[in-house]
């Protein structure tokens, strides 16, 4: 089976996935948006058993090409790979929206990869009205778990036709730590630590994340453990000044975007790991910080919450608004022994061996069968969605 799967641009985690999906489809990996500067990985993709193409070379690369120039070369990349089927990973890009009248052109069965939550954001009616004409133009659909399933479906799309996952990491890069760099290198910074792996954006939350580390740090005295906030982004200069304000910018560390061979050695010096987030569709990171045997501290407005963290078992859930109750599990977690610690890691092991990359190539291959079997003739709201939307691109 021919499959063209649309994906912005890839990284060490899609290269985990398409390495496993490639012996079991003829995978082409198309890049929209190459060069986009979203996520700065310098870590090249192995692509040993898929073939990767760019779209295009746009003038602004975090757009990528519009009207006319998206349309020509998707037309070119479709008549060279001549798929039997199609996935994208998303629907709200014009680059999707185009693959997609393609797809009902040709009469190319299409599948949607998605980890989209209704939680993620404020819905409003008529969005979700004309979001739901597009997605009903998939025959399938690859969620990351119960919520991203449950919002799929309440858009239109069968629950016969939704497979998982497709939120998987390469537990083993993570399971093993690399020797050199990381901050469990650093003698510096105290062996146990808290760790949040995290873009630097106002829904990521980390300045509340401040706020209960210096709260917990003011209360724990001496015996607190130190944080580490890894990553990039538009907020970087407003958060060394609330680290700065916060009275523990001593205990605080900002070591920058860290790539993806030198992640594990971080996780594997951390006493447990924290991701704030207000809204997150999944959280990747949880999964990395599963695999490396580290306990997990997730708010429970990521979508992974309820499907990877048990309360009491791999981690705890909290209220992302809760300074006071993020503090109070940062004292929890800190005082525990380090068998309790240990113990809650070989759980979120066990919990995270069912995300895997061979997880994801199995779900990606029933979901192509089923839209194979099941395609999708598309109705006339979604033709009018997707050409007013592309009109407007």
Request: with cysteine.
């Amino acid at each position: 089976m021919r499959l063209l799967f649309l994906v912005r641009r890839v990284g060490p985690y899609h290269d985990a996935r398409y390495e496993a999906a490639g012996p079991l489809l003829d995978l082409t990996v198309v890049e929209t948006r190459p060069v986009t500067s979203e996520y700065p990985w310098t870590t090249k993709p192995f692509s040993r058993n898929y073939r990767i193409e760019a779209l295009g070379s746009p003038a602004d690369p975090d757009v990528g090409l519009r009207g006319r120039e998206l349309s020509d070369a998707m037309a070119r990349i479709f008549a060279s790979a001549r798929p039997e089927a199609v996935a994208c990973t998303g629907w709200a890009d014009p680059e999707y929206h185009v693959a997609l009248r393609l797809c009902h052109k040709l009469g190319i069965p299409a599948i949607v990869m998605s980890d989209s939550t209704r939680e993620d954001e404020r819905r409003r009616w008529w969005k979700e009205s004309l979001k739901g004409f597009v997605v009903r133009g998939f025959s399938a659909a690859l969620s990351a778990g119960s919520r991203s399933r449950d919002y799929l479906a309440q858009l239109g799309m069968p629950p016969e036709a939704i497979f998982e996952p497709c939120d998987v990491v390469d537990n083993m890069h993570f399971a093993v730590p690399r020797v050199g760099g990381g901050m469990s290198n650093d003698a510096s910074v105290p062996r146990n630590y808290f760790l949040c792996v995290s873009r630097y954006l106002p829904k990521k939350n980390l300045f509340r994340l401040v706020e209960a580390y210096a709260s917990y740090r003011k209360a724990r005295g001496e015996d607190a453990w130190d944080l580490v906030i890894l990553g990039s982004g538009e907020l970087k200069g407003p958060l060394e000044a609330a680290i700065a304000a916060s009275g523990a910018a001593d205990h605080v560390h900002l070591p920058g975007f860290v790539q993806y061979d030198d992640l594990p050695s971080y996780y594997s010096g951390a006493g447990a790991f924290v991701l704030p987030s207000l809204s997150d569709q999944w959280g990747l990171a949880v999964n990395e910080a599963m695999a490396c045997g580290v306990p997990v501290i997730v708010s429970n407005a990521c979508g992974c919450a309820p499907d990877l963290v048990a309360d009491g078992g791999c981690g705890f859930t909290f209220d992302p608004r809760d300074t006071g109750g993020l503090a109070g599990l940062f004292a929890r977690v800190s005082g525990l022994a380090r068998e309790e610690r240990e113990k809650m890691g070989s759980i979120g092991r066990m919990r995270i061996a069912g995300y895997t990359p061979q997880r994801f190539a199995e779900g990606l291959v029933s979901a192509v069968g089923y839209a194979t079997r099941n395609r999708r003739r598309p109705a006339p709201g979604t033709r009018f969605v997707l050409s007013a939307s592309l009109s407007r691109s």
